[in-house]
């Protein structure tokens, strides 16, 4: 049986590979000679095989007498992009170093931890010694580095989905940009979320009865931030959403024909991205980019933001994070920060959410440190709604078969429903934590089964065998096996069913779908993390950073998870997608036409 990991698993420290892992039996099939070593081989080729994020992956070990020749990934379903530098990197290091003491890759450590373990099961089974090729081999020069200079006409600080729209919409307008990204791979958040874009679209929401307007996204945004973002920002988000998505499309991006919701949205306006989670966004942006002739380097951290004598930004200081060459990149044009946000700093969080310790599980990459707010606020930039903090209704590692509601209830461990499914994450959270054990169950029905996979490209068979999702044919088998009376669910489900038919029910929920009805049934517990940081750099309309004054600081741009001030104290389900898109775009415009 596969065991399953899922696609969005985040681990934050780095950890080195030093014991053995298993054993597997391989016979040899082949011979090579090769350079002397001091551990002894048996020369052939050795399979091995461990737990991806997607399931199984394999590797082919090629021996010599005396060293390791070549290490393959020959199988694996590991997400593209998310897993590229791992799958690529580590074999490589391993020849390279004839050691297994490999770091693995920050933001990807399942998918590295994989290809370790299976080429440690591989060595195992030609009886090689792990212990002699497990000790740390430092290729690091001490000789100081030389600077590294450069120069563009734009620089882009971050490369998920805001500093990729950034970068293309730059170079759209004849910008020479250059984007660095601190992580080993490009995505951010974005590449991690579920792939949920919102824009009334009443054109094709009509086709589905579904009635919308521009003016219906903007009231539920400002009001379900408490209108504490700026209406002005607001404004200008939902006014253009819908051009932001056929701007996607224009460079390849699909979406799904049907119009749902997802948790948090308030209304049925989310395009779902056909490919799984963010992949798609980030790919189409990546490609885009490239056309334009977009500088990208990875692993390059931003360190200082660099002004003028005239109080005017011109470039950043920077570090290449594996080596730590020292780089200066210049910006004629000016910077744009897209850095996202800081849930997953433990300590930045606190200092602003100080219930929010270590405990609380994250959904973002551990990239999303807040770098770039420092360095921004270093240079006079205001901060704005710091303390607004949002909590997702579940952990990313237990989405289920859906992140959609209009076919979904939540019943706690008593098997009864506690709030409307379709309320602000805020609110959904504050009434999970109040349950037993601050959990729930999402409860689903077969209606909501699509294909194989779930939005965010989770296997739901994969799920159900490694107990995510519990399955049953029948509501009553279903309360069984998730340790609920079975007379309680039944009742809650047959209320449901009849408020369904009602479309209207106690907790005043507004989306109505399909009765949940349809055999064979699914739960999945889940329980909040710390999800979104809705607050950040101050920018106007034309996405320039303000100072303490509210004066603009010449030269510097933000966009993004980076930013605050847009979403208030709530953001709604699905309006990330869609913001980094308008403000990315917005801020690649306007620095080019400044």
């Not at 391989?26 to 080729?45: I, K, L």
């Not at 997607?54 to 992009?81: A, C, F, M, R, W």
């Not at 994450?425 to 089964?449: F, H, P, W």
């Amino acid at each position: 049986m596969k065991k399953f990991r899922t696609l969005l698993v985040l681990v934050l420290s780095i950890a080195m590979l030093l014991t053995a892992f298993g054993c597997q039996s391989n016979e040899p099939t082949s011979s090579d000679e090769g350079e002397e070593s001091s551990t002894t081989f048996n020369a052939g080729t050795y399979m091995g095989e461990a737990q991806g994020h997607n399931g199984t992956l394999k590797v082919e070990v090629v021996l010599s007498e005396d060293k390791i020749e070549e290490v393959n990934v020959v199988e694996h379903s590991e997400t593209p992009q998310i897993s590229d530098v791992p799958l690529n990197q580590i074999p490589e290091t391993i020849v390279k170093n004839q050691s297994l003491a490999v770091d693995t890759i920050s933001g990807a450590t399942v998918t590295s931890d994989a290809v370790l373990t299976a080429v440690t099961k591989a060595l195992e089974g030609a009886g090689v010694e792990i212990s002699a090729l497990s000790q740390t081999v430092s290729n690091e020069s001490t000789e100081p580095k030389e600077m590294i200079s450069k120069s563009a006409d734009v620089v882009v600080i971050g490369g998920g989905g805001a500093g990729l729209s950034a970068a293309v919409a730059a170079g759209e307008n004849g910008g020479k940009v250059i984007l660095i990204e601190k992580m080993p791979m490009l995505g951010g958040n974005t590449i991690r979320s579920g792939g949920a874009y919102n824009s009334a679209d009443p054109e094709r929401q009509k086709e589905q009865g579904i009635e919308d307007s521009i003016d219906k996204h903007f009231k539920q945004t400002y009001e379900g931030g408490d209108k504490a973002g700026d209406s002005k920002l607001v404004k200008i988000m939902v006014e253009n959403g819908l051009d932001g998505k056929h701007w996607l499309e224009s460079y390849g991006m699909e979406f799904r024909n049907e119009i749902g919701s997802v948790v948090g949205s308030l209304w049925p306006r989310t395009h779902q991205a056909v490919k799984p989670a963010g992949t798609g966004y980030i790919e189409t942006l990546e490609k885009a980019a490239k056309e334009y002739g977009v500088e990208i380097i990875t692993n390059v951290k931003a360190k200082e933001i660099i002004k003028d004598e005239s109080g005017r930004v011109i470039g950043v200081k920077a570090e290449n994070v594996l080596d730590k060459t020292p780089m200066e990149i210049m910006g004629e044009k000016g910077v744009i920060l897209a850095s996202g946000g800081f849930a997953a700093n433990v300590e930045m969080r606190t200092k602003y959410v100080p219930s929010l310790t270590a405990d609380k599980p994250t959904t973002n990459h551990p990239g999303a440190t807040g770098d770039g707010i420092v360095m921004a606020e270093d240079v006079g930039a205001q901060l704005v709604g710091m303390e607004h903090i949002q909590l997702l209704p579940m952990a990313i590692e237990l989405v289920g078969p859906t992140i959609n509601v209009e076919n979904s209830i939540f019943v706690n461990k008593e098997g009864k429903r506690f709030i409307n499914e379709d309320n602000r994450r805020d609110k959904l959270c504050e009434a999970i934590l109040a349950q037993t054990d601050g959990q729930y169950y999402m409860i689903n029905d077969s209606q909501v089964i699509t294909g194989p996979n779930n939005e965010t490209g989770q296997n739901i068979e994969e799920l159900i065998e490694e107990g995510i999702i519990v399955k049953a044919d029948t509501i009553e088998d279903l309360a069984q096996k998730i340790n609920i009376e079975s007379n309680v669910l039944k009742d809650t489900v047959d209320k449901f069913n009849k408020s369904v038919d009602e479309q209207k029910d106690e907790f005043g929920r507004k989306l109505w779908k399909n009765k949940v009805e349809k055999a064979p049934f699914y739960a999945t517990l889940r329980y909040p993390a710390v999800h979104h940081t809705m607050g950040g750099v101050k920018i106007n309309e034309k996405t320039q950073v303000l100072d303490a004054n509210d004066e603009i600081i010449p030269g510097f741009y933000a966009a993004g998870e980076i930013t605050g001030g847009i979403h208030g104290t709530n953001r709604l389900g699905g309006n990330a997608l869609l913001d980094i898109v308008v403000f990315g775009r917005i801020s690649g415009e306007n620095i080019m036409n400044q």
